[in-house]
């Protein structure tokens, strides 16, 4: 991850993403044309939470309560939550009523309410049963409570869509930005290349070059020598005694 964070193109592709997803989404939040990118991804991120929190926090708990009518009810809940998942992640193609037009917050209610009931449910069923645990009076009532507060959500949720757009659309813009300081400092970071020689000139453009041929050295005249006769020697007269 450090080497693409380090990659100038990476980081430059990964600003003009965002900044792209910020513009959608900025135009979404403010009603421009006929965009619907960003209640889009929002109905799709609730799906996603929606459907980690049935898969982590709901379905282990069939395994954890033997009472029939509580499984039963938890049956319920998971199939009701599991339905809001798909009309919420597919509810452009497939339109469910209420499922698919819920806003996040209404989403949110709708999983307390539940999940608030259950408890409710449970704490009655297993009442005066030695082996159940019985649930403490003042986490009753914080059920009641969460109960409420779900309803409340689903009928009035206290915050829009809308607002979440707003939110994705600064974050979006907070990290172009980042990713943009990040390929400007990528860039500078570069190793500088050598400056290159001054390219020589083309053969075509060269001027010819002449063959300089070497020149004979002048040969030497050999001269004639004369042989000398040899002088034979005389013969001296022999002396008389």
């Known amino acids: 991850m450090q ?3 380090k990659n100038w193109i990476f980081t430059l592709i990964v600003c003009i993403l965002l900044s792209v997803l910020s513009v959608l989404m900025f135009l979404d939040g403010f009603g421009v044309g006929d965009l619907y990118i960003g209640q889009q991804i929002i109905h799709i991120l609730t799906a996603v939470t929606l459907l980690l929190y049935v898969i982590f926090a709901v379905i282990p708990l069939v395994a954890r309560y033997r009472h029939k009518g509580v499984r039963a009810f938890l049956i319920l809940e998971i199939a009701i939550l ?31 309410w539940l999940g608030a009931a259950m408890q409710l449910v449970r704490a009655y069923l297993v009442k ?20 409420a507060v779900g309803v409340w959500q689903i009928v009035d949720p206290l915050i829009e869509n809308r607002y979440f757009i707003f939110g994705i659309a600064v974050l979006a813009l907070v990290f172009a930005v980042t990713f943009g300081v990040f390929t400007a400092q990528n860039r500078k970071a570069l190793p500088k290349k ?34 000398k006769p040899e002088e034979k020697p005389t013969a001296q007269p022999e002396q008389l005694e």
């Open 194 to 227: 050598p400056k290159k020689e001054k390219a020589e000139k083309p053969a075509g453009d060269a001027a010819p070059v002449v063959a300089e041929l070497p020149v004979p050295a002048p040969e030497k005249t050999e001269e004639k020598v004369t042989a």
């Open 128 to 147: 005066g049963i030695e082996e159940q645990k019985q649930v403490p009076l003042w986490l009753f009532c914080i059920y009641i409570l969460l109960g």
């Open 82 to 112: 599991l339905l809001t998942v798909f009309a919420q992640g597919f509810g452009s193609a497939v339109h469910i009523p209420f499922f698919s037009d819920m806003q996040a917050c209404s989403v949110v209610g709708l999983a307390l």
């Open 3 to 5: 080497k693409l964070m």
